[in-house]
C-alpha cells in the first residue's frame, strides 16, 4: 500500500507545495498526469539545486505513478535510484525514507519477487515500530499490509490470517493521520483485503465471502481517492471464493467485472489487471484448483 503524503500541512498563506499539483493528479487516479508533472517538477528542482529534497520527492511520486500504470519494473528502478538519495537526505530511519522502502518492498512483491519483498516489509516494520514520530505507526502498518500480501503469495494462508487480524486489532489504527491526512479507513480496507485472501487460500470461503461483505461496506463510506487504487480488488475476492464453492458462472461475471475495472483504471500491465485475466481464463479452463 502506498502512502505518499506531503510533507505537512501548509500554514495560511504560506506558499503552495511543488508539488501540490501532482500529488492532485494522483489522487484524482490521473496517472500519467501525475507522472508527467512529477517528472516536470524533479527536473526543475534539480536544475535550481541539485540535493533539492523536492526533487527526490518529485521522484517517489513518478515512481507511484509508474506503479498504478502497471510498469512495476520502471517504479522499482526509480526506487532503487531514490533510496541512497533519501537515505542521505533524510536518514536512514526517518519516516519519508521508511516509506519509501515500504513502497518499494511492495512493488517487489507486483514484480513476484515475493521472498524478497516480505524480507524487506519485515525490516521497515521493525525499524518503524522502534521509531518516535508520528507518521512511524502507520509506516509500520503499511509494511505489515505488504507482508500479508507477501505471505498469501507464497501460499502461507494462515500466517497471512493471523498477522492481518493482529494488525486489525491493534490501536494503531485509531491513530488515523499520515502528516495530516486521514489514511485510517484506506489501511483497513487493504488489511481486510489481505484477510479475505487468505480465508479462500485455507479453503474457507463463505468466511471469506462476509469479509468481503465487510470490505464493501466500509468502500462505500470511503472517498473516492481512497478506493480507486484497490479497482477490482474485493470483485476479485468474491469471484475467488464465488468459484471455490463451486458457483462457476457467478464467479466468472465478477472476475470479469474486475478485469473491465482494472483495464480501465490502472491499465492491462498493472498486477491485479493480470490476476483478473488469470482467474478469468482458470474458470474458462475448468481448473479443479480454487485457491
Known amino acids: 500500500m502506498r ?3 506531503p ?7 504560506a506558499p503552495a507545495s511543488p508539488l ?3 500529488i492532485g ?3 484524482a487516479g490521473r496517472y500519467a498526469e501525475a507522472e508527467a508533472e512529477a517528472r516536470e517538477v524533479a527536473s526543475a528542482r534539480s536544475a535550481l539545486r541539485r540535493d533539492d529534497p523536492y526533487a527526490a520527492q518529485a521522484w517517489s511520486i513518478a515512481a507511484v505513478t509508474m506503479g498504478f500504470q502497471g510498469r512495476h519494473a520502471e517504479s522499482l528502478a526509480v526506487y532503487d535510484e531514490l533510496l ?6 533524510f536518514g536512514a530511519e526517518h519516516w519519508q525514507t521508511l516509506k519509501l522502502r515500504s513502497d518499494r518492498a511492495q512493488t517487489l512483491i507486483a514484480l513476484d519477487r515475493h521472498a524478497e519483498g516480505e524480507a ?3 525490516a521497515v516494520a521493525r525499524i ?8 512511524l505507526p502507520l509506516i509500520a502498518v503499511a509494511a505489515r499490509n505488504g507482508l500479508v500480501f507477501a505471505l498469501n503469495a507464497q501460499g502461507r494462508h494462515a500466517e497471512a490470517e493471523t498477522l492481518a487480524r493482529d494488525v486489525l486489532a491493534r490501536d494503531t489504527l485509531n491513530c488515523d493521520t499520515l502528516a495530516g491526512h486521514p489514511v485510517e479507513g484506506r489501511l483497513t480496507l487493504v488489511l481486510r483485503l489481505g484477510l479475505a485472501r487468505s480465508l479462500s487460500g485455507q479453503g474457507r470461503h463463505e468466511e471469506a465471502l462476509a469479509e468481503a461483505e465487510r470490505i464493501a461496506a466500509l468502500a462505500r463510506d470511503l472517498p473516492e481517492e481512497a478506493t480507486r487504487p484497490e479497482t477490482g ?4 475476492v468474491v469471484a475467488t471464493a464465488e468459484l471455490g464453492l463451486g458457483r462457476a458462472a457467478e464467479a466468472r461475471a465478477r472476475a470479469a467485472a474486475a478485469h473491465d475495472a482494472c483495464r480501465a483504471v490502472l491499465g492491462p500491465d498493472h498486477r491485479r489487471t493480470a490476476e483478473a485475466r488469470s482467474l478469468l481464463d482458470r474458470i474458462d479452463g475448468h481448473c479443479p484448483d480454487t485457491r
Do not use: H, I, M
Request: aromatic share 6%; glycine share 16%.
Open 84 to 89: 541512497p538519495v533519501f537515505g542521505s537526505g
Open 233 to 236: 480488488a474485493v470483485e476479485l
Open 25 to 27: 493528479l494522483l489522487k
Open 120 to 122: 524487506e516489509c519485515r
Open 20 to 22: 501540490a499539483r501532482a
Open 7 to 13: 510533507r505537512g500541512r501548509n500554514n495560511a498563506g
Open 3 to 5: 502512502l505518499f503524503r
Open 128 to 135: 518503524a515500530d522502534r521509531g518516535t514520530g508520528p507518521q
